[in-house]
């Protein structure tokens, strides 16, 4: 039986995380009244009341609204520090953070303001036993030449910045948009990756051209590929890992995905369980862990072979994963 005392004492990595996405409702409040920032909203209650929603648009109205109060080196360190001792009591040994450079650029913070916040705070992280790394996303909805202007801002901080990655809006806007931003990022020596939410349209298409043309090292989400016998052919054959996130899914599609999850795991797919957006979506990494425990009778020999494939699929030294296989 799976219990939470063996999921949260159990080594991860966590590889899918938005650092936007862990701005819990105290932290809002507590830096929209230090910044006077008027967020509409006076209570945690209230606050918590608007994370509602049934889409990945009607979240994301929500999470870049949530952003503004994120306005000093200090504020995104704080952020960042505050996921990251929520990691060391998930007992998350390595994380590979997502952030967003164009939601804060675009309200015209500088990219200095929250790549340093950031960089400390994993350097920190480090006294808590975490292992912590940062992966810069492009915005999707945003256009590609948007994206380029990020990568040449991010050559000054180039040590500071494990790998690229792709989010927002997926809907029109297909990995082939950014080819050039990523064929110009793998150059520079980024890992890379890319979301491919789940039930998207055009989620098969999207994912053959992440895999085909752009070639990424990993897909986030990406559970749809079940529905295509040839791309899990190809997913299990490359090793390509999976980084799927239940709680999510459950607020975008109504849906843990925990049969597909399950599936690919049984085939061999190199998934692992991962938290996305967790002060949006109810629970950290352990909590996506014990919400598919609980609702499709995971056994402890899926945790523990979820768990591994977050550390095969991450971006440490082999010498360094060795240390967790
Ligand atoms: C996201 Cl769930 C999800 N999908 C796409 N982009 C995102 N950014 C933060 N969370
Ligand atoms: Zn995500």
């Not at 006077?36 to 006076?42: A, D, L, V």
């Not at 990568?151 to 000054?156: S, V, W």
């Not at 043309?213 to 295509?228: A, P, W």
């Not at 919400?291 to 095969?312: C, G, H, M, P, R």
């Amino acid at each position: 039986e799976v219990t939470s005392n063996f999921v949260f004492g159990l080594p991860k990595a966590e590889l899918h995380v938005h650092l936007e996405g862990t701005l819990e409702p105290e932290l809002k409040l507590s830096l929209a009244q230090k910044n006077q920032i008027n967020i509409g909203f006076e209570t945690i209650q209230d606050i918590r009341k608007t994370y509602n929603y049934n889409s990945l648009s009607s979240f994301l109205d929500v999470y870049y609204s949530g952003m503004s109060v994120l306005q000093t080196e200090g504020d995104f360190y704080r952020l960042a520090m505050e996921y990251f001792k929520k990691a060391k009591e998930n007992n998350v040994r390595h994380v590979e953070a997502f952030f967003d450079p164009q939601a804060h650029l675009t309200r015209g913070i500088n990219f200095d303001t929250f790549i340093n916040g950031y960089y400390r705070a994993c350097q920190d992280a480090k006294a808590l036993n975490v292992d912590a790394h940062l992966i810069m996303c492009f915005l999707r909805d945003m256009p590609a030449q948007s994206a380029n202007e990020v990568l040449l801002m991010a050559q000054h901080h180039r040590e500071k910045i494990l790998g690229v990655g792709l989010d927002s809006d997926e809907h029109h806007n297909p990995p082939l948009k950014f080819a050039y931003p990523f064929s110009n990022a793998i150059a520079q020596g980024y890992h890379t990756t890319m979301h491919a939410d789940v039930d998207q349209v055009d989620s098969i298409e999207h994912i053959k051209q992440a895999l085909e043309i752009i070639n990424v090292e990993r897909i986030d989400h990406g559970t749809n590929i079940v529905e295509n016998d040839d791309l899990v052919d190809l997913v299990k054959k490359t090793q390509l890992g999976l980084t799927a996130c239940p709680l999510s899914n459950k607020f975008i599609s109504d849906d843990y995905k925990g049969k597909e999850i399950l599936e690919l795991l049984d085939q061999d797919i190199k998934i692992s369980i991962n938290s996305d957006d967790p002060a949006y979506f109810g629970g950290y990494i352990s909590d996506n862990y014990l919400a598919l425990a609980k609702n499709y009778e995971l056994t402890v020999e899926d945790v523990i072979e979820f768990a591994k494939n977050s550390f095969k699929t991450s971006w440490i030294s082999p010498v360094q994963k060795n240390i967790y296989l």
